[in-house]
């Protein structure tokens, strides 16, 4: 009975504390809604979705995805509030198992609160029993991503504020590009940063001639001179240069600087990816295909890479990105968002950005132009911190119309003299 009065007593505590807690905060996002972020309250009512009180209710009613070209998938969380939130659970290439992945976590979220977002993230994870692999973090991304979109939807305020940000006033993005008349085109539309591959006639052999060394050397140093010394370049071995040849390449790149190598080697084999990082001054950087805080502990407690490039869509979302970001700190690494996907994988990007010491830059291939309402902007080098709530973006349903449903496939790729399977 003793047991239970205070059993009794602590939870009605709990309940006043929380009753407390939710009217500070209403008030405070209310003070802050309307005082400084007019763009805010524009934005919520661009929506059309009404902002329900904090204490309300909320639960999901529904998860839904839909394929996008040219090889995403978006999914859209359904509240009984009115309010959806944004998120890409997407591997690439495997669209269809991603969304049935999804699929099969619907029933443990309907009915739920989106708002215990962490929470939610633990469940998911855990009660998976075999925890992650590429398909089920990528779901839980997506998922997680919309949560969080939610959430600040449901405060008023932009996912970053929520992180304790914002760390910075403008975040840095780099452009992909191929050739100096890529480069150019690129800065003329205001980019600063660029990555680029190993220029090659044909995939990199396992120990490779000079030829093959040379001509990517003369091709990376044609784009570094269309860079300019005070631009950056990085450049991308994609993990299919074998390590001999990717040594040797490493080390004829030395004079022209580049940002970072990124994976230089498949990430699979970490002591070898290390041996590679202490072997060169250049910084290396890794992390698209790995998977979890777990899987960056081993990269960065074996000094393997200085810049981690956690993907948002794969690595566990906004929730297990921001806490990469804390354990990479202490290793005095940075953080490189990995985002060759859609306006909301980049979304989830800035919002990271703008919550982290720790960021270098983050990568796009696209700032939303015929998927979202005011695609963002790149001037300078930098697009300005997103100020809507939530992820800060909305999705164009007319331009997005004839973008629906897509086939994409991985490429196949397969060497040139004796035909058998190579890495692209
Ligand atoms: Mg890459």
């Not at 504020?161 to 191929?178: D, F, K």
């Not at 070898?272 to 790995?290: K, Q, S, V």
């Not at 948002?312 to 490189?336: F, K, Q, S």
Request: with cysteine.
């Amino acid at each position: 009975m003793k047991k239970n009065a205070k059993g009794i007593q602590r939870r009605s505590v709990l309940k006043g504390t929380t009753a407390l807690l939710g009217l500070g905060t209403a008030s405070l996002v209310a003070g802050d809604a309307s005082s400084s972020r007019e763009s805010d309250s524009a934005v919520v009512q661009n929506t059309q979705e009404r902002r329900p009180a904090v204490k309300e209710t909320i639960k999901i009613t529904r998860l839904e995805t839909f394929l996008v070209k040219p090889r995403w998938l978006f999914l859209k969380i359904h509240t009984n509030a009115g309010i959806t939130g944004l998120g890409e659970p997407i591997t690439e290439g495997r669209a269809l198992t991603c969304a049935q992945a999804v699929k099969e976590v619907e029933p443990y979220l309907i009915g739920k609160d989106p708002r215990a977002v962490a929470h939610h993230w633990q469940a998911i994870y855990r009660h998976a029993f075999y925890r992650g692999g590429p398909i089920l973090t990528s779901a839980l991304s997506g998922i997680d991503q919309a949560l969080w979109d939610i959430k600040g939807k449901v405060l008023g305020v932009p996912v970053y504020e929520l992180l304790g940000g914002p760390t910075r006033q403008r975040i840095r993005v780099y452009a992909h590009a191929s050739t100096p008349e890529d480069i150019q085109r690129r800065k003329a539309q205001g980019f600063t940063a660029f990555k680029t591959g190993p220029a090659k006639k044909r995939p990199a052999r396992i120990i490779d001639n000079k030829a093959f060394i040379d001509y990517a050397v003369e091709q990376f140093a044609l784009q570094r001179q269309a860079v300019g010394p005070d631009g950056d370049i990085g450049i991308d071995f994609h993990g299919a240069v074998p390590p001999a040849t990717a040594k040797l390449l490493i080390k004829a790149l030395e004079p022209y600087q580049p940002m970072f190598i990124e994976e230089p080697i498949n990430c699979q084999n970490v002591d070898l990816m290390a041996e590679i990082a202490r072997g060169t001054h250049l910084p290396i950087a890794t992390g698209e295909r790995i998977f979890t805080k777990w899987g960056f502990r081993e990269i960065l407690e074996k000094g393997a890479a200085t810049i981690l490039q956690p993907d948002l869509c794969h690595a566990g979302g906004i929730t297990e990105v921001r806490l990469i970001a804390g354990m990479a700190e202490a290793y005095y690494a940075a953080i490189a968002p990995h985002n060759p996907l859609g306006p909301i994988s980049l979304a989830a990007g800035l919002q990271i950005a703008a919550s982290i010491p720790n960021f270098l830059c983050q990568e796009q291939v696209s700032l939303g132009e015929g998927y979202i309402r005011n695609p963002f902007k790149v001037v300078n080098g930098y697009v300005e911190l997103p100020a809507g709530p939530g992820l800060g973006i909305e999705l164009d349903e007319n331009a997005l119309a004839d973008k629906i449903g897509h086939d994409w496939r991985n490429q196949e790729s397969y060497d040139a003299d004796d035909g058998s399977v190579v890495d692209w």
